[in-house]
């Protein structure tokens, strides 16, 4: 890559995610970059891309997590840094996967740019999951209650990623197949789930 598109995103973009909730952090884009390239090596793909499509993907968060994906898309294709670096078409491209990443979208990506990010993005160790979903509740709501967190995050879990879950895996690797097994098995035992929960509750609530 560039030094110059290096140091950009490196320096200013990564930067902007430092004022995100404790789930949405840099080390969160970072294993999302690495998981990306990883992915990559099975297509003939401009890495590039794959790298800036990671850095944008959750960018968006600065407006509000509803409609991360299209404003965090809309930073990234009106972003004059990146026009010298990437051709017009390659912009849309890195655009519209970021639009496409989206868990709860039906529809699947429109390139593999997008079903890449998509994946990457899938962190579905089951204490990661839980761990990040509590952080993002503590960071959202702070006057909830202890009873209202756990059953918020058990909530959101068990409709995202229990059997009937609305998540969606575009290229089904391996370790994102594996993950998802556990974590439906895991919502299945509401109480072990919601032990889980009380516990990241309770660890991360006196940090």
Do not use: C
């Not at 401009?46 to 968060?61: F, K, L, R, S």
């Not at 990443?101 to 990010?117: N, Q």
Request: no cysteine; aromatic share 10%.
């Amino acid at each position: 890559m560039n030094k110059d598109l290096r140091d950009y995103l490196d320096h200013v973009i990564l930067n902007v995610y430092r004022g995100f909730d404790q789930a949405h952090q840099p080390d969160h884009v970072l294993g999302v970059i690495k998981e990306s390239l990883e992915i990559a090596k099975a297509y003939d793909l401009n890495n590039d891309m794959v790298e800036t499509i990671a850095y944008y993907h959750d960018i968006g968060m600065l407006e509000g997590r509803k409609t991360h994906h299209l404003t965090g898309a809309k930073r990234l294709f009106d972003d004059p840094f990146l026009k010298p670096h990437f051709e017009t078409d390659e912009i849309i491209v890195m655009k519209e996967a970021i639009e496409d990443h989206r868990a709860s979208l039906e529809a699947p990506p429109r390139s593999i740019y997008g079903k890449i990010i998509a994946e990457a993005d899938r962190d579905l160790f089951a204490d990661h999951v839980i761990k990040r979903t509590v952080q993002f509740g503590l960071h959202q709501y702070p006057l909830l209650s202890l009873s209202e967190h756990v059953n918020r995050a058990y909530e959101h879990i068990r409709d995202k990623y229990g059997p009937d879950g609305y998540l969606t895996l575009w290229l089904e690797t391996k370790t994102n197949l594996e993950q998802l097994l556990i974590l439906r098995h895991l919502v299945l035992d509401k109480e072990k789930l919601i032990t889980i929960i009380t516990g990241w509750y309770q660890r991360l609530k006196k940090r």
